[in-house]
């Protein structure tokens, strides 16, 4: 119904709402929402998320080798490998970011469509498959523990002894990876609590709005 690269277009005015009956709006919001959440919270978002990170990491690894390489140089042909190294760090970092950036906007676009669309009426049965309580859980243990490893080795693992020695590059390297790591958890445990706070709002704990159609099927103008 609709293309990867395009979300649903937001509900339309009440003045110009043309559906039939409820049915036909439930129909319509209840597709429009599982696309929604699918887009937010599904696996594959999760999947994608921590690729991104991964990207990112690499790209850090690399920049952090070329800062190693540029303490340790001696000769030209050291300084051109940092220079290598550098360049495709910052190939791999720099997307990553970008594309961090573009999934958090688009996240916050998701997020107004889920509360347009599920205010407009209240269908407990069909609702039931978009709470996704499994996978929300899923989306908060595994980024909260990521948060707890980027944490550790942001600030633990550069303190200790042998990051000490390493020098500055070393403690670099710890620390960006653990920064990564903190982020990319930090953004999966809030996209965790978005979701609940949507099912707990929405479809849960909002009183019903006002039927769009009267008993008798005509629109309510």
Do not use: N
Not at 95 to 108: N, S
Not at 180 to 188: D, N, Q
Request: aromatic share 8%; glycine share 10%; proline share 7%.
């Amino acid at each position: 119904m609709f293309s990867r690269a395009q979300l649903p277009p937001p509900p339309p005015p009440v003045e110009i709402r043309s559906w039939p009956d409820r049915e036909a709006l439930l129909t319509d919001r209840a597709v429009v929402l599982g696309e929604l959440v699918k887009r937010h919270v599904s696996p594959a978002r999760l999947a994608t998320l921590w690729l991104w990170g991964v990207l990112c990491a690499v790209g850090w690894s690399l920049v952090s080798a070329a800062l190693i390489t540029f303490e340790e140089t001696y000769d030209i042909f050291s300084a051109v490998l940092a220079v290598i190294l550098a360049g495709m760090g910052a190939c791999c970092a720099v997307p990553a970011v970008v594309l961090v950036v573009i999934g958090l906007r688009r996240d916050r676009d998701i997020r107004r469509l889920l509360s347009a669309w599920g205010g407009l009426d209240r269908d407990p049965v069909r609702d039931a498959r978009l709470r996704m309580p499994g996978v929300s859980l899923v989306w908060l243990l595994s980024s909260f523990a990521l948060c707890v490893l980027g944490l550790y080795t942001c600030i633990a693992v550069p303190a200790t002894d042998e990051a000490v020695r390493g020098g500055f590059g070393l403690a670099a390297l710890f620390m960006g990876l653990g920064m990564t790591c903190w982020l990319v958890g930090l953004i999966g445990v809030t996209k965790a609590f978005a979701h609940r706070r949507w099912v707990l709002r929405v479809l849960v704990g909002a009183p019903a709005p006002e039927p769009l159609f009267s008993a008798g099927g005509g629109a309510h103008r």
